[in-house]
Every structure is written in structure tokens, then in C-alpha cells.
């Protein structure tokens, strides 16, 4: 066992399960704290990942592929705004009629753009950075250096999320909206537009982190490769009490457990029992151990502005 | 029948329009909608064992189904099916190959008994009190469930108490006296199809003729009319959990015993979520669930042969699921398009 | 000096109702301008169109000289008119500074704590009104979260500032304090229009009063000028009551009694004051009082939806205070809901299902779980003739009907189950007049079949028509209990708007 915990390898890969976890969480937050339950984040991944690879092989560059991802994850994101802001439809159902969309039309797209022998083999991936002094320190190096520019991007992602939502004005107007949307609209504040900015922005990071997983981890496209990730990032954000930080904290503990189970394929401890444990403790979390995990009090309730 | 035509009319029409925007998609992809959609209907119907097949493949959907749709009426979201109905498919099997000697009118209805429970008792115990005394959300808590479910499996097969002797993670066989018999050869089709519509026939019976279902209901539709008239509120949530996970245990149950004979090791029985879209599509009518089942397994063993024949990939039928419910859940949508429709026509009688 | 805002016949329609119909007010700078009026007078209408969260019909709006075309609140606090309502737009999560400050920020991209909360210390100085801008609110009294209300006005320069009903969630201390308040604001030149239905507050601090009854403005005066009595008669009206016939009155043994009734709400504010009633059989009690003052806390009581704090509620001589409702309504007593809708029906049931939703586990409707749908359906039957619900097919869901026939369906549920105690509140509410004579004739027909009632209602003369004895409650307490026979409208509204005078010395 200790030698497993010593192994940076099993840090740096909780680092690298935790990213695809963590930006969906980030994105959530936002989605959220405007009021908005936005479960779509999984198919909007899926769709993502699957964009990101055709752009980069199009293009050949892999940045183009993120942008593609990014955009065609937003344009999802906003019909799901849509829907549900604006046609004030059942939260939870339309993420979940996303999320099955998703995974059709990109297995769909998937064998009919590049056949059944899967996407092509040099698409272009995103490049890994090694930071030239850091990456010398031992132990601590190996796990700080060499990750992939998501990551790094993502670190930068989560202060800058945190400074936005918490020591903004914009980021004050999106809680106040989340939590009490008519005491926000008698103080001049649009609503709708606000919930709109909060869906697209986790459209934006759930589409990060889909492109992470496509041309990020790996440079292909699989059937489903999110597997359930956007759900497990909204229990991160739970986990996390809807701060971007808290987040991020409960997706290293669920890459973490990622990162375990795949360290111990033959050992005594049976790996899938360490899996089930994030899922165990978000439970517990939500029924309140340790405090109650309360979430923004408009969450989810859809708003129509009076007149 | 007014009233039933009303009431399913906005489902067909969300039908229809997502079998539309599919042929947009199929065309745009280069492949020729009637022809796939008719090797679709060929695949589910065409032929004797097609139409057995996807009996078949009804089943758990049927059950599973009608699980999440008694929790829909009660007003809550149970996606955590999937979880339920694994919990029931590992008692199941469990029970399934342990026992040996037992005559098949006993064994059967164990193991199936002893499935129901589990299943209630994963969906009841945790997401239910959850729910009814901290306000847990169901939605998180079933999933979260479910994966624990998942891995529990995975636990118990790979390597685990319940894997067969040998390298391949699965279970052993179950016992013959535990098989739920095949009505066709060579087919999936077991006598498992006339539990599912028992089961939808009692689901029926219980919702709109019992006091459970009627207490039930009322909570479901209307929490505070209901405490005003005296009904206790967190138990019929507890309740409704809990009858929601019972059937998606006996559907787990019901698809070893009848098709699996063996529990294997894999990620997603598929039924779960789809089972979801089963009870949106039906309006959480037990009976309803029985044709909207029909419909989702008939897009499934439609697709699988609509690959093979016409080369359209089958996740296509994933395309049209997703699609029928983003327009099942938005309905406002054609409420939205007819108010137009209304603008349009008065402005062009005012000009 | 020309007056600060003028509302010149301004006219504001709602489906079925004139909420605002021709109204005049005028308001100069520096003055307290209350507000008189009971429910549904149009009080709260006008001042949503003052502040702009309403558009009027027809009418004029003026505002420092300027008309005034509002698009929205917004646009209002832009021109200087402030609002607090009557349930605070705060949000508890955050501090009192970000509740304040929140959509106008000082300017920037950051939020900037340092200069929000300079600014506010500011005006907290300015206009005496103390508090920690960093406070969260959900931490804070409410006579503090007010504050915080108050200052979200003036943080936005407003010259009025409009109250609704700011006292009716204060303790007496609060309240004086919200007046030395309010008297140092005038000072500064502010006006404030001060919305209330209480005779004694509105004495105490305005300067001038218009009395509003049913959308229309009856009269404006010098508070000066003019007394308890002439406010009360202006805001009930002396309109001829039509009484119903009423057979004689001969009430039988105590059905209920309530002792030294106390009920508090979810923060903990007393609602009901050791409240003491007893109601007998044969007799319909009317409880008369403005919505507000403790109705709906005692009736929860009453029924077991809310647990009391003190006191005793006895019926037929035993103790019931910790009997949950279901016994309740097993003993004989029938509850006809304030909100048919959300209360007392649901909507997609059937309306043979809402018909027993009271009853549907007695052996008569099921057996063994079972529910007997043939007994059901003669019972729905049975009702829907009796009670006249349209229309008559029973199986239509309860949504689809009007609302006079839900409001039957409710009362064929619990008058038709013949209660020994039925407690009615606001049975008549939006329904028609043929629909009100009938449902009035049920009532008095209950009552002379044995039956105890128990009437609350906002509309006077229902209470006075109906009633053999009435009650009145203000700000929680029982004010007096009055014989029907003898009650006036003047001696009534005077009780309802809290006024101690003796009712032998009122004219009548």
C-alpha cells in the first residue's frame, strides 16, 4: 500500500481523472448558482469530445478542435437554456433527452463520418507542458510538470471562477438570481439573462473538459467516453457546496479514487470497492453529515418575470 | 376515448416530429431515410423471431418502466433505476445458482420475491428517507446509488464471492429450476413477457383503484392539498421509492432468469435510463408504459438490423429517443409554434 | 411648492376585477402620507404602479413635475421612488451590504466590499439608521432586515419612499423605532407614503391619510383633522347590509373552546395572543379581521396543520391539541380551505376522487385497500346533484371546472358530511352572486340542523349577514366579541383596525 501511495504516478493520474471531473463541476457551479439544474453537462461532453476530434483532424491543429468543441458545446448549452429558462420545461428531463441525444448522435456521427474503424489515428492532440524548473524537483515535479495544457488551463480556470463568482458584481448578480430571482428583478436585474450566462458558462466548461478527453488524455473518440462523468461532476459540485474550489476538491478525491482503483488490480482491497466510495460519501453529503450541504435556494425552480 | 386521444396525442406528435428531424439527420449524412426506416420496421417486426426479439427486449423495459413511472407520479425522479434493477439481477442470480433441489414454482418466485426486495430496499431505504426527512434530492441520490450498485457488482464478479470458477468475470450458471422457460427458440422470448404485463395490470390496479395508489397520487400531484387532508407525506415518499425500485428489481430478476441465465460483468444494462424515457413517453400510465415500451424495444432490435441491412448506424435510435423526449419535455414548444401560428393569422387579417 | 408625485384617476384592470379605478393621490415633499384601506381596496395595486412593476390602464402619473411612463422598476428607482414591500426582497445568504448594493454596484468589475460599504455607513449616518454592512441578513431581526430595505432605497436616492404594511412584522419596540425613523426622514425631505391598515399607527405619524375602498379613492384628509371613528366609516363604507334570512337563534352545548390560544409562526413571531372563543352548536361565529392578523395561524391550529405554543382547544369537552388532523376530521370536523386550489382540491383528480379525499379510507369507500369505486361514484353521484357541480360529470378532473363549482366540490365534501363542527374560511371567495346565496343558504342550513361554524372571512358583510356572534381579531389578539345582532359596520371596522374604543360609545 505504500508503495502505491509514494508512487507519483498515482498522483499525477488523480490530477489527470480529476480535470474531466472538476471542469464539468466548475461549469455546474455557475449553471446552478443562476438557478438553473443543468444535467445536460454529460451530453454536452460527449458532444464536445467528439467535435473537438473532427475539427482537429479537419483542421490539423488541435486548437482549432477545443474552439469547434467549444463552440458547438455552447450552442448546445444555450437550446438547453432555452428550453429551459425561457419555455420553463422540467429541468432534469431535458438534460436527460440531451444526454441520450448526445450519446446517439455522436455514435451516429462517429460511423458515418469515419466508419466503423473509429477516428483516424494522427488526429492532432492537445500538447502536454513541461514547466522547466518545477519539473526537476522530485516526487513533487513529476506530478506538477508534463500535465496537459487543460489541466494547467483549468487551474487558472478555478480562481479565476472563484474571484468571479465571489469578488464581482457580475458574480454577485448570478448568486442574488440563484437564490431569490424576484428580489433580484425589483432591484432592475434581467433574470433570464442572467440564467442564460450561467447555462452557457457550464456549456463552455463542460465542453473544455469533454475536448480534454478526446484530444487532451487520448487523441480518439470513443462511443460514451464521458461514462458518466458530467453526473459525477454535478455530485462533485454538491460535494463541493457549489464553490468552485469545493469543486475542484471533490473531483481530486472521486480522480483520486479513479486513480486508486486503477493502481491496484490485484490487490487484496478490491478495487471497485474504493470506487463506490465518492458515491457513498456524496450521499452522505447530501442528507447533511457534516454540515448541510445547501444548495442556491431558486435551484432548479423555473422563473417567469411578471409584468 | 376523447380523453385518450387527447392525452396521447402530444406524445405522437413528439414521435413524429423527432422520426422527422432524424430523416434531416440521416439525409444530411448521406443515407436515405425511408429505406432505414424501413429496414427498421423489418428488424422489430418483420419476421416471427424479429417480433419475438423485441417482446423480448420489452420486458425490463416494460417492469423498469412502470418502476419509474410510480415514482413520477409520485413526483419524484428516480433515475437510479439502473442501480435498482442490478441490485435485483445479483439476488437473482445469487439465489438463482445457490440453491439446488428446489422444485421451479419455488425457486422462480424466490428468487423473484427476493429481488423485489432488494430492489425496493435500495431505492426505499437510502433516496427515500433521504428524501422525505433532509430533502435530498432523489435525482443525485438514486444515480449516486446506482453507481454504487454498478461496482458492487463488478466487486462481487470480478475475482469476487459470486464469479465462477475460472478467468472470465461472470457468475455461474443458474440452477434449471431457476430458468423462466423461452416461449420461441433461438429467440430471447421468455414467458418473462407475461410477468410484465401482470405487472403493468397490477401497477394499473394499484395506482388508480387501491387507497395506496390514491394516497400516493395525491401526493405526488399536490403535497400541501394533501397534508390538509391528513395523509402522511414522507411516508407515501418513502413508499413511492421504494415501489419504484421493487419493480426495477424484478426486472433485473426477471432478465437473468428469462434471457442471462448468468450475471455478467458490464457497465450498463441499457435499461435503466431508457426505462426513464419509457414512463416520460407514457405519461406514467401503466398501460401506456406497456406500448411505449413496445416502441423503445421495437427502435432497439429495429436498429441492431437496420446496421446490418441498410448500414445506417443504430445509434440512430438513440438520436430519435433523445430527440422525442427533449419534445415530450418541451412541450411548451408546440403551445409556443401555435401561438405563432395565432399572431401570424391575425396580423395578416388586421393587414 | 408643487406636489411631489400626483396620481391623477388612474385606472388598472384585472381579469373580473377594477383593482384601481379613477384614484387620486397627491403627496408633497416631506410628508407622511398613509395609506387606509382593507383587503382588496387596491392599496398594494397602486403602489405596484407607483413603483412600476404594473402599467395603468388610463391615468396619469406624475413625478417631480414630469409624467412619469414606467417601464419597470427600475426605471422608478432611476426617478427617486423607493419601495418596501411587505415581504422583503432580501436575500438571506448574503450580506447587508451586497443585499443593498446589488444591481448598482460602485462602479467596476470587482466587486468592491471597501466602497460598498463605505457608501452605506454614509447613509446610515445620514439618515440614523445603524447597521453592520457586513451582517448576513439571514442572521438579521427583522425589524433590522426593514432597515436593510430602507436603505436599499436610499442608497438609491430615493425622495419617496413607499412602506407597505411595514409594521405588520414588528415587535411594538421595532415599531416605535421605525417611526423616530420615519420622523427623522421627513425632516431630511423625504416623503413617504406609509401603507397600513391600523388606525392607532396611522394617528400616530402621518400627517395626512386617503382612506381607498374597493379600487376607489374615498376620501383624503388632514390626520389632524379627523378621528378613529370618520377613518373607520371611510374605509368599510355605511352600505345597507343585505341580511339573509336567518331562523331563530338557539345555540346548544359548547362544540368548541379555545382557552388562552398562542401560536407562532416559523420565526417565531407570535401570531395568535391567548386567544379564547367557544363556539356553540347551532350558532355560526364569524371571525371578521383583516387579512393577516392571526386568522390563518389560528385556523392551522385549529386544525393540527401547525402546533400551538400554549393553550387549549377542547371539542365536545376533550382535549385535542396533539391530535393529528386526520382524527380531526374523523370527530366531525369539516375544513372548507382558504386556497381551493393549493388547499383544498387537487386539481388532477377527478371530482368523484376530490369528493372523498377526506374520506377515502372509511369502510364505506374501501375495503381492504380496495377502493369500492361503485359506492365512490353513487356518492359522487349523489353530491354533484345536491350541490348543483357543473358540470355534472363526475369524472371531468377537478381543473377543469370553474372556480364557483371547485369551491362546491369542497363544500359537498365537507358540508355534505354533515360535521358537528365545520370551519369555513373564505368560502366565497371569486365566486358569483347566485354562487354566494347558495352557498350562504348551506351554511345557515347547517347551522340549523345542529351544526357549529366557524366563519372566517375578509368580507364584512358576509361575517355580518351570516353571523349570530362575531369576533374580531387584530394583530392576533381577539379585540371583542360582538352580537351579531347588534354589530355595525362602524363598530367592527373600528375593532379590526385595532382601535380600543368602547364599542357602547361608537354611533351607530
Same mark, same amino acid.
Given at each position: 500500500?505504500?508503495?502505491?501511495?509514494?508512487?507519483?504516478?498515482?498522483?499525477?493520474?488523480?490530477?489527470?481523472?480529476?480535470?474531466?471531473?472538476?471542469?464539468?463541476?466548475?461549469?455546474?457551479?455557475?449553471?446552478?448558482?443562476?438557478?438553473?439544474?443543468?444535467?445536460?453537462?454529460?451530453?454536452?461532453?460527449?458532444?464536445?469530445?467528439?467535435?473537438?476530434?473532427?475539427?482537429?483532424?479537419?483542421?490539423?491543429?488541435?486548437?482549432?478542435?477545443?474552439?469547434?468543441?467549444?463552440?458547438?458545446?455552447?450552442?448546445?448549452?444555450?437550446?438547453?437554456?432555452?428550453?429551459?429558462?425561457?419555455?420553463?420545461?422540467?429541468?432534469?428531463?431535458?438534460?436527460?433527452?440531451?444526454?441520450?441525444?448526445?450519446?446517439?448522435?455522436?455514435?451516429?456521427?462517429?460511423?458515418?463520418?469515419?466508419?466503423?474503424?473509429?477516428?483516424?489515428?494522427?488526429?492532432?492532440?492537445?500538447?502536454?507542458?513541461?514547466?522547466?524548473?518545477?519539473?526537476?524537483?522530485?516526487?513533487?515535479?513529476?506530478?506538477?510538470?508534463?500535465?496537459?495544457?487543460?489541466?494547467?488551463?483549468?487551474?487558472?480556470?478555478?480562481?479565476?471562477?472563484?474571484?468571479?463568482?465571489?469578488?464581482?458584481?457580475?458574480?454577485?448578480?448570478?448568486?442574488?438570481?440563484?437564490?431569490?430571482?424576484?428580489?433580484?428583478?425589483?432591484?432592475?436585474?434581467?433574470?433570464?439573462?442572467?440564467?442564460?450566462?450561467?447555462?452557457?458558462?457550464?456549456?463552455?466548461?463542460?465542453?473544455?473538459?469533454?475536448?480534454?478527453?478526446?484530444?487532451?488524455?487520448?487523441?480518439?473518440?470513443?462511443?460514451?467516453?464521458?461514462?458518466?462523468?458530467?453526473?459525477?461532476?454535478?455530485?462533485?459540485?454538491?460535494?463541493?457546496?457549489?464553490?468552485?474550489?469545493?469543486?475542484?476538491?471533490?473531483?481530486?478525491?472521486?480522480?483520486?479514487?479513479?486513480?486508486?482503483?486503477?493502481?491496484?488490480?490485484?490487490?487484496?482491497?478490491?478495487?471497485?470497492?474504493?470506487?463506490?466510495?465518492?458515491?457513498?460519501?456524496?450521499?452522505?453529503?447530501?442528507?447533511?453529515?457534516?454540515?448541510?450541504?445547501?444548495?442556491?435556494?431558486?435551484?432548479?425552480?423555473?422563473?417567469?418575470?411578471?409584468? | 376515448?376523447?380523453?385518450?386521444?387527447?392525452?396521447?396525442?402530444?406524445?405522437?406528435?413528439?414521435?413524429?416530429?423527432?422520426?422527422?428531424?432524424?430523416?434531416?439527420?440521416?439525409?444530411?449524412?448521406?443515407?436515405?431515410?425511408?429505406?432505414?426506416?424501413?429496414?427498421?420496421?423489418?428488424?422489430?417486426?418483420?419476421?416471427?423471431?424479429?417480433?419475438?426479439?423485441?417482446?423480448?427486449?420489452?420486458?425490463?423495459?416494460?417492469?423498469?418502466?412502470?418502476?419509474?413511472?410510480?415514482?413520477?407520479?409520485?413526483?419524484?425522479?428516480?433515475?437510479?433505476?439502473?442501480?435498482?434493477?442490478?441490485?435485483?439481477?445479483?439476488?437473482?442470480?445469487?439465489?438463482?445458482?445457490?440453491?439446488? /433441489?428446489?422444485?421451479?414454482?419455488?425457486? %422462480?418466485?424466490?428468487? !423473484?420475491?427476493?429481488?423485489? *426486495?432488494?430492489? =425496493? +430496499?435500495? @431505492?426505499?431505504?437510502?433516496?427515500?428517507?433521504?428524501?422525505?426527512?433532509?430533502?435530498?434530492?432523489?435525482?443525485?441520490?438514486?444515480?449516486?446509488?446506482?453507481?454504487?450498485?454498478?461496482?458492487?457488482?463488478?466487486?462481487?464478479?470480478?475475482?469476487?464471492?459470486?464469479?465462477?470458477?475460472?478467468?472470465?468475470?461472470?457468475?455461474?450458471?443458474?440452477?434449471?429450476?431457476?430458468?423462466?422457460?423461452?416461449?420461441?427458440?433461438?429467440?430471447?422470448?421468455?414467458?418473462?413477457?407475461?410477468?410484465?404485463?401482470?405487472?403493468?395490470?397490477?401497477?394499473?390496479?394499484?395506482?388508480?383503484?387501491?387507497?395506496?395508489?390514491?394516497?400516493?397520487?395525491?401526493?405526488?400531484?399536490?403535497?400541501?392539498?394533501?397534508?390538509?387532508? /391528513?395523509?402522511?407525506?414522507?411516508?407515501? %415518499?418513502?413508499?413511492? !421509492?421504494?415501489?419504484?425500485? *421493487?419493480?426495477? =428489481? +424484478?426486472? @433485473?430478476?426477471?432478465?437473468?432468469?428469462?434471457?442471462?441465465?448468468?450475471?455478467?460483468?458490464?457497465?450498463?444494462?441499457?435499461?435503466?435510463?431508457?426505462?426513464?424515457?419509457?414512463?416520460?413517453?407514457?405519461?406514467?400510465?401503466?398501460?401506456?408504459?406497456?406500448?411505449?415500451?413496445?416502441?423503445?424495444?421495437?427502435?432497439?432490435?429495429?436498429?441492431?438490423?437496420?446496421?446490418?441491412?441498410?448500414?445506417?448506424?443504430?445509434?440512430?435510435?438513440?438520436?430519435?429517443?433523445?430527440?422525442?423526449?427533449?419534445?415530450?419535455?418541451?412541450?411548451?414548444?408546440?403551445?409556443?409554434?401555435?401561438?405563432?401560428?395565432?399572431?401570424?393569422?391575425?396580423?395578416?387579417?388586421?393587414? | 411648492?408643487?406636489?411631489?408625485?400626483?396620481?391623477?384617476?388612474?385606472?388598472?384592470?384585472?381579469?373580473?376585477?377594477?383593482?384601481?379605478?379613477?384614484?387620486?393621490?397627491?403627496?408633497?415633499?416631506?410628508?407622511?402620507?398613509?395609506?387606509?384601506?382593507?383587503?382588496?381596496?387596491?392599496?398594494?395595486?397602486?403602489?405596484?404602479?407607483?413603483?412600476?412593476?404594473?402599467?395603468?390602464?388610463?391615468?396619469?402619473?406624475?413625478?417631480?413635475?414630469?409624467?412619469?411612463?414606467?417601464?419597470?422598476?427600475?426605471?422608478?428607482?432611476?426617478?427617486?421612488?423607493?419601495?418596501?414591500?411587505?415581504?422583503?426582497?432580501?436575500?438571506?445568504?448574503?450580506?447587508?451590504?451586497?443585499?443593498?448594493?446589488?444591481?448598482?454596484?460602485?462602479?467596476?468589475?470587482?466587486?468592491?466590499?471597501?466602497?460598498?460599504?463605505?457608501?452605506?455607513?454614509?447613509?446610515?449616518?445620514?439618515?440614523?439608521?445603524?447597521?453592520?454592512?457586513?451582517?448576513?441578513?439571514?442572521?438579521?431581526?427583522?425589524?433590522?432586515?426593514?432597515?436593510?430595505?430602507?436603505?436599499?432605497?436610499?442608497?438609491?436616492?430615493?425622495?419617496?419612499?413607499?412602506?407597505?404594511?411595514?409594521?405588520?412584522?414588528?415587535?411594538?419596540?421595532?415599531?416605535?423605532?421605525?417611526?423616530?425613523?420615519?420622523?427623522?426622514?421627513?425632516?431630511?425631505?423625504?416623503?413617504?407614503?406609509?401603507?397600513?391598515?391600523?388606525?392607532?399607527?396611522?394617528?400616530?405619524?402621518?400627517?395626512?391619510?386617503?382612506?381607498?375602498?374597493?379600487?376607489?379613492?374615498?376620501?383624503?384628509?388632514?390626520?389632524?383633522?379627523?378621528?378613529?371613528?370618520?377613518?373607520?366609516?371611510?374605509?368599510?363604507?355605511?352600505?345597507?347590509?343585505?341580511?339573509?334570512?336567518?331562523?331563530?337563534?338557539?345555540?346548544?352545548?359548547?362544540?368548541?373552546?379555545?382557552?388562552?390560544?398562542?401560536?407562532?409562526?416559523?420565526?417565531?413571531?407570535?401570531?395568535?395572543?391567548?386567544?379564547?372563543?367557544?363556539?356553540?352548536?347551532?350558532?355560526?361565529?364569524?371571525?371578521?379581521?383583516?387579512?393577516?392578523?392571526?386568522?390563518?395561524?389560528?385556523?392551522?391550529?385549529?386544525?393540527?396543520?401547525?402546533?400551538?405554543?400554549?393553550?387549549?382547544?377542547?371539542?365536545?369537552?376533550?382535549?385535542?391539541?396533539?391530535?393529528?388532523?386526520?382524527?380531526?376530521?374523523?370527530?366531525?370536523?369539516?375544513?372548507?380551505?382558504?386556497?381551493?386550489?393549493?388547499?383544498?382540491?387537487?386539481?388532477?383528480?377527478?371530482?368523484?376522487?376530490?369528493?372523498?379525499?377526506?374520506?377515502?379510507?372509511?369502510?364505506?369507500?374501501?375495503?381492504?385497500?380496495?377502493?369500492?369505486?361503485?359506492?365512490?361514484?353513487?356518492?359522487?353521484?349523489?353530491?354533484?346533484?345536491?350541490?348543483?357541480?357543473?358540470?355534472?360529470?363526475?369524472?371531468?378532473?377537478?381543473?377543469?371546472?370553474?372556480?364557483?363549482?371547485?369551491?362546491?366540490?369542497?363544500?359537498?365534501?365537507?358540508?355534505?358530511?354533515?360535521?358537528?363542527?365545520?370551519?369555513?374560511?373564505?368560502?366565497?371567495?371569486?365566486?358569483?352572486?347566485?354562487?354566494?346565496?347558495?352557498?350562504?343558504?348551506?351554511?345557515?342550513?347547517?347551522?340549523?340542523?345542529?351544526?357549529?361554524?366557524?366563519?372566517?372571512?375578509?368580507?364584512?358583510?358576509?361575517?355580518?349577514?351570516?353571523?349570530?356572534?362575531?369576533?374580531?381579531?387584530?394583530?392576533?389578539?381577539?379585540?371583542?366579541?360582538?352580537?351579531?345582532?347588534?354589530?355595525?359596520?362602524?363598530?367592527?371596522?373600528?375593532?379590526?383596525?385595532?382601535?380600543?374604543?368602547?364599542?357602547?360609545?361608537?354611533?351607530?
Amino acid at each position: 500500500m505504500k508503495e502505491i501511495l509514494l508512487n507519483p504516478q498515482l498522483w499525477s493520474a488523480t490530477l489527470a481523472m480529476a480535470t474531466p471531473l472538476a471542469l464539468p463541476a466548475l461549469g455546474g457551479t455557475f449553471s446552478e448558482r443562476s438557478g438553473v439544474v443543468n444535467i445536460a453537462m454529460e451530453g454536452i461532453m460527449l458532444i464536445a469530445a467528439f467535435f473537438a476530434v473532427l475539427f482537429a483532424h479537419l483542421t490539423g491543429s488541435a486548437w482549432l478542435g477545443l474552439l469547434g468543441a467549444i463552440v458547438v458545446g455552447m450552442i448546445v448549452a444555450v437550446i438547453f437554456a432555452w428550453a429551459a429558462v425561457t419555455l420553463t420545461a422540467d429541468q432534469v428531463i431535458l438534460g436527460m433527452a440531451i444526454n441520450i441525444f448526445a450519446s446517439g448522435f455522436t455514435a451516429y456521427l462517429l460511423n458515418t463520418i469515419f466508419g466503423f474503424s473509429g477516428t483516424p489515428t494522427d488526429t492532432p492532440m492537445l500538447p502536454n507542458i513541461n514547466i522547466p524548473v518545477i519539473k526537476n524537483i522530485p516526487f513533487i515535479g513529476q506530478i506538477l510538470s508534463g500535465n496537459s495544457v487543460i489541466v494547467y488551463l483549468m487551474i487558472i480556470l478555478i480562481f479565476a471562477s472563484n474571484y468571479f463568482l465571489f469578488h464581482t458584481n457580475l458574480g454577485l448578480r448570478i448568486r442574488a438570481v440563484g437564490e431569490n430571482p424576484e428580489a433580484a428583478e425589483t432591484a432592475g436585474i434581467n433574470v433570464i439573462k442572467l440564467r442564460y450566462l450561467g447555462v452557457a458558462l457550464s456549456g463552455l466548461f463542460s465542453a473544455i473538459g469533454g475536448a480534454y478527453l478526446s484530444i487532451g488524455l487520448l487523441n480518439s473518440f470513443s462511443t460514451d467516453m464521458s461514462s458518466g462523468r458530467g453526473y459525477i461532476a454535478l455530485a462533485a459540485m454538491i460535494f463541493g457546496k457549489w464553490t468552485p474550489f469545493g469543486s475542484f476538491g471533490a473531483a481530486l478525491l472521486f480522480g483520486f479514487a479513479t486513480a486508486l482503483s486503477m493502481q491496484l488490480q490485484n490487490s487484496a482491497i478490491s478495487k471497485n470497492i474504493i470506487m463506490m466510495l465518492p458515491y457513498i460519501l456524496t450521499v452522505l453529503a447530501l442528507v447533511g453529515v457534516g454540515g448541510k450541504s445547501v444548495s442556491p435556494a431558486a435551484d432548479g425552480v423555473p422563473y417567469t418575470p411578471k409584468k | 376515448m376523447k380523453k385518450l386521444l387527447k392525452s396521447i396525442y402530444m406524445p405522437i406528435l413528439a414521435v413524429i416530429i423527432a422520426i422527422i428531424i432524424g430523416s434531416i439527420i440521416m439525409l444530411v449524412t448521406g443515407f436515405n431515410p425511408l429505406s432505414a426506416y424501413a429496414s427498421l420496421f423489418i428488424g422489430a417486426f418483420g419476421t416471427l423471431p424479429n417480433i419475438a426479439n423485441t417482446l423480448a427486449n420489452a420486458v425490463p423495459l416494460i417492469i423498469t418502466g412502470l418502476g419509474v413511472a410510480i415514482a413520477f407520479d409520485a413526483g419524484l425522479f428516480n433515475i437510479g433505476a439502473e442501480g435498482q434493477y442490478w441490485i435485483g439481477a445479483i439476488v437473482a442470480t445469487w439465489i438463482g445458482y445457490s440453491f439446488k /433441489g428446489l422444485p421451479w414454482y419455488i425457486h %422462480i418466485p424466490f428468487a !423473484l420475491i427476493a429481488a423485489m *426486495i432488494a430492489g =425496493g +430496499l435500495w @431505492g426505499g431505504i437510502v433516496p427515500g428517507f433521504a428524501k422525505a426527512y433532509t430533502g435530498a434530492h432523489e435525482v443525485i441520490t438514486t444515480m449516486m446509488m446506482s453507481y454504487v450498485a454498478i461496482y458492487f457488482s463488478h466487486y462481487l464478479l470480478e475475482f469476487g464471492p459470486m464469479m465462477e470458477k475460472g478467468s472470465v468475470p461472470q457468475s455461474p450458471l443458474i440452477k434449471d429450476s431457476a430458468v423462466i422457460p423461452t416461449i420461441l427458440r433461438n429467440t430471447q422470448l421468455s414467458y418473462g413477457i407475461f410477468i410484465a404485463i401482470a405487472a403493468a395490470l397490477f401497477v394499473y390496479w394499484l395506482m388508480y383503484k387501491t387507497v395506496w395508489g390514491y394516497e400516493m397520487r395525491a401526493v405526488g400531484f399536490n403535497q400541501r392539498a394533501s397534508k390538509y387532508a /391528513g395523509m402522511n407525506v414522507p411516508l407515501n %415518499i418513502v413508499l413511492s !421509492l421504494s415501489l419504484s425500485g *421493487i419493480f426495477a =428489481g +424484478l426486472a @433485473g430478476a426477471v432478465q437473468i432468469l428469462g434471457v442471462q441465465h448468468r450475471l455478467y460483468d458490464s457497465f450498463t444494462s441499457g435499461y435503466g435510463y431508457t426505462a426513464i424515457v419509457v414512463a416520460l413517453l407514457a405519461k406514467n400510465n401503466p398501460i401506456g408504459v406497456v406500448f411505449s415500451a413496445l416502441l423503445f424495444a421495437a427502435l432497439g432490435t429495429g436498429s441492431q438490423y437496420m446496421q446490418l441491412n441498410a448500414q445506417v448506424p443504430g445509434q440512430l435510435a438513440d438520436v430519435i429517443t433523445g430527440l422525442i423526449i427533449f419534445f415530450v419535455a418541451a412541450d411548451k414548444i408546440i403551445e409556443v409554434l401555435k401561438s405563432m401560428f395565432k399572431k401570424q393569422k391575425k396580423e395578416e387579417l388586421a393587414s | 411648492m408643487s406636489a411631489l408625485l400626483e396620481v391623477n384617476n388612474i385606472t388598472k384592470i384585472f381579469p373580473k376585477v377594477r383593482a384601481n379605478d379613477g384614484v387620486n393621490l397627491v403627496v408633497e415633499e416631506g410628508e407622511i402620507h398613509a395609506i387606509l384601506g382593507e383587503n382588496g381596496a387596491g392599496k398594494s395595486t397602486l403602489m405596484n404602479i407607483i413603483y412600476g412593476l404594473y402599467r395603468p390602464d388610463s391615468g396619469e402619473l406624475k413625478f417631480n413635475g414630469e409624467v412619469l411612463n414606467l417601464s419597470g422598476p427600475h426605471e422608478a428607482i432611476e426617478k427617486g421612488i423607493g419601495m418596501v414591500h411587505q415581504h422583503f426582497m432580501l436575500i438571506p445568504v448574503l450580506t447587508v451590504a451586497e443585499n443593498i448594493v446589488l444591481g448598482a454596484e460602485p462602479s467596476g468589475i470587482s466587486y468592491n466590499r471597501k466602497k460598498a460599504n463605505e457608501l452605506i455607513r454614509e447613509i446610515s449616518r445620514n439618515y440614523h439608521l445603524e447597521i453592520d454592512p457586513d451582517a448576513k441578513v439571514k442572521d438579521l431581526s427583522v425589524g433590522l432586515q426593514q432597515r436593510v430595505e430602507i436603505l436599499k432605497a436610499f442608497y438609491r436616492h430615493a425622495k419617496l419612499l413607499i412602506l407597505d404594511e411595514p409594521t405588520a412584522m414588528l415587535t411594538p419596540q421595532e415599531t416605535e423605532e421605525l417611526f423616530g425613523i420615519m420622523r427623522n426622514l421627513k425632516k431630511q425631505g423625504i416623503s413617504i407614503i406609509f401603507i397600513s391598515h391600523k388606525l392607532d399607527e396611522v394617528k400616530e405619524i402621518s400627517d395626512k391619510v386617503t382612506v381607498m375602498r374597493r379600487g376607489k379613492t374615498v376620501g383624503t384628509l388632514n390626520t389632524k383633522e379627523t378621528n378613529e371613528q370618520e377613518l373607520a366609516n371611510l374605509m368599510v363604507g355605511r352600505e345597507v347590509v343585505l341580511r339573509v334570512e336567518k331562523s331563530e337563534y338557539n345555540p346548544g352545548d359548547v362544540v368548541l373552546s379555545v382557552k388562552d390560544l398562542t401560536v407562532s409562526d416559523e420565526q417565531n413571531i407570535e401570531k395568535v395572543k391567548n386567544v379564547s372563543f367557544d363556539i356553540r352548536s347551532g350558532e355560526i361565529f364569524g371571525l371578521a379581521g383583516i387579512d393577516g392578523n392571526g386568522q390563518t395561524e389560528l385556523i392551522e391550529a385549529l386544525m393540527g396543520l401547525r402546533p400551538i405554543k400554549s393553550g387549549i382547544i377542547k371539542y365536545n369537552n376533550n382535549n385535542i391539541e396533539k391530535l393529528p388532523t386526520r382524527e380531526r376530521y374523523k370527530l366531525g370536523i369539516s375544513y372548507i380551505p382558504q386556497d381551493r386550489q393549493q388547499e383544498g382540491l387537487i386539481m388532477k383528480f377527478s371530482v368523484a376522487d376530490n369528493l372523498i379525499l377526506k374520506e377515502y379510507k372509511n369502510s364505506q369507500y374501501s375495503k381492504n385497500g380496495v377502493i369500492q369505486y361503485k359506492r365512490v361514484f353513487e356518492n359522487a353521484s349523489k353530491k354533484v346533484e345536491e350541490f348543483d357541480i357543473r358540470p355534472t360529470d363526475y369524472n371531468l378532473l377537478a381543473g377543469n371546472l370553474s372556480g364557483g363549482n371547485q369551491q362546491k366540490i369542497i363544500l359537498a365534501r365537507e358540508v355534505g358530511s354533515n360535521p358537528k363542527l365545520l370551519i369555513a374560511v373564505q368560502p366565497t371567495r371569486g365566486m358569483d352572486v347566485g354562487a354566494i346565496e347558495y352557498i350562504h343558504k348551506r351554511l345557515l342550513q347547517l347551522r340549523d340542523e345542529g351544526s357549529a361554524i366557524l366563519l372566517v372571512s375578509l368580507e364584512l358583510e358576509e361575517i355580518m349577514s351570516l353571523s349570530d356572534r362575531i369576533g374580531v381579531i387584530h394583530n392576533g389578539v381577539i379585540m371583542d366579541i360582538l352580537d351579531g345582532k347588534f354589530a355595525t359596520r362602524e363598530k367592527i371596522g373600528l375593532l379590526m383596525a385595532g382601535s380600543q374604543i368602547d364599542a357602547k360609545e361608537v354611533e351607530v
